[in-house]
DNA sequence: GCCTGTCAATGGTATAACATTTAAAATGAC
DNA sequence: GTCATTTTAAATGTTATACCATTGACAGGC
């Protein structure tokens, strides 16, 4: 049992670069470097081959792997060919729902993320909004008290009042993610089984709160406030659960 | 001017599928149907073949959409193949790091965004963390006061440490986000200009009193001192930059 | 002016062959 | 018998070539 120790260190551990990984790291250098715009033009897979020398299976399968990263698209047609993209909300948020789907993770994860980003945007938007960010908060919220909505536009726009508020933040990375809290992972809410004049005018309410605390550029007390709100919210969705949490396609 | 309606919506839009999407499509929701378990291997790329009708190309492009999703892991030789994995933080990582660095965030969003969660997480840990858990993170602390770290062995114990409450927080998609914050973006704080006793007393003492909300299962209190804690370290940070940031590979 | 078809470049797909890698299994030295 | 070595089979990795499908500009007919 001696000199059992595992394995000398001597040379590292060799790994061997598949073509089509070492040129999609070119490329995705390239793009990231920004010596490409977005919108700009790569050269065509033809082009490709013939620059790097391979097959041309290899080079659509590291083009395959940067269009799943979200920085190219892929276009077929004369005019068509590859152009540089940015990665978008939805590309996050794919990546983390099929994350929390592949680990069979409980709603109340997701829940508590939510719990933890959306008081934090409220905070930001407060120090950073805008004048005319402000006015728009305020205005998602008036036509949300309309009675004539019916429960699926009711959700809709419930849904743009937070949006702008994350918008009003200036941290496009938390956006982002609540975001990906609320498409890439739960449909529950939207289904939302309780739908009430008491209840809607309990969330316009408490959005008028965080609305006058955002105002006032007061951070605090708009980050206190939603987060009051989302755990109030949280309330009426997590009674039935405690399942495993089933989920929906973003509509797009 | 009259009669200029766009687009008379009589029949919708009709987007063509490749190939290759419909096949990863089709693998995905087998694998995140838990039709298969993780470990299990996938039919082989040419009974893929047999078994779609599609060529070889096309199953191999499908096959690379799953790998980059973190899904799925190809290995050649014989009793290698298609084995089906979990996504796990690292994957998610690249992705985040990609969206911050394609669309040049500065590092206050990043530093917004750590500040954000580590709180939360401190708040969650109070809440449900077990005795073991505690007694790790304790032990941690301690071994981080020992003077005869070099300045990279304190820097790789805090963040240990950090991970320790991570943990215990039983909250893994906020525990993957706070490593996509640490990992997938920023070396900057790994370089740590400042390294003096006074700064590691500071920390340790830090640590203390979140642990102390901790063990007591005060989750307002560890979420506020962490918070307070995870700030303190911003200002060390953000002195120089401002800037757009740089990026570094996470060291595996 | 507005249809309508032609055209050329591009991505999408199929096929066939060869190269490389891997670990089990067979072989051989002692 | 046991250990080291070689063989081998099955899988992915890679290349080459050909053809199909899609797209948008452009020119010509009415």
Redesign the pocket.
Known sequence: MQETQKSPPLIERIS??????LLADQLRDTILAGDIDVGDR??????L?EQT??????V??A?RILEVEGLIR?????????TVTQPDNSSMARMVGQFVRSRRMPLRVIQEARETIEPALARYAAMHRTDEELAAIIELNEALADPALDRRAFAEMNIRWHNAVAEASRNDLLTALLYAMNHGVVAATSEEVYDSAEIRAAVHAAHARVIEAIAARDGDAARRRMERHVRATRAHTTDLEDSELEIGEPDE
Chains 1, 2 share one sequence.
Do not use: A
């Not at 061997?16 to 990984?21: E, F, G, L, N």
């Not at 790569?42 to 082009?47: A, K, T």
């Not at 892929?74 to 590859?82: H, L, V, W």
């Open positions: 061997v670069q598949k073509s089509y990984d790569l050269p065509s897979e033809r082009e081959v020398g391979l097959s041309r299976g290899s659509r399968e083009l892929s276009r077929p047609g004369r005019y068509g060919g590859i």
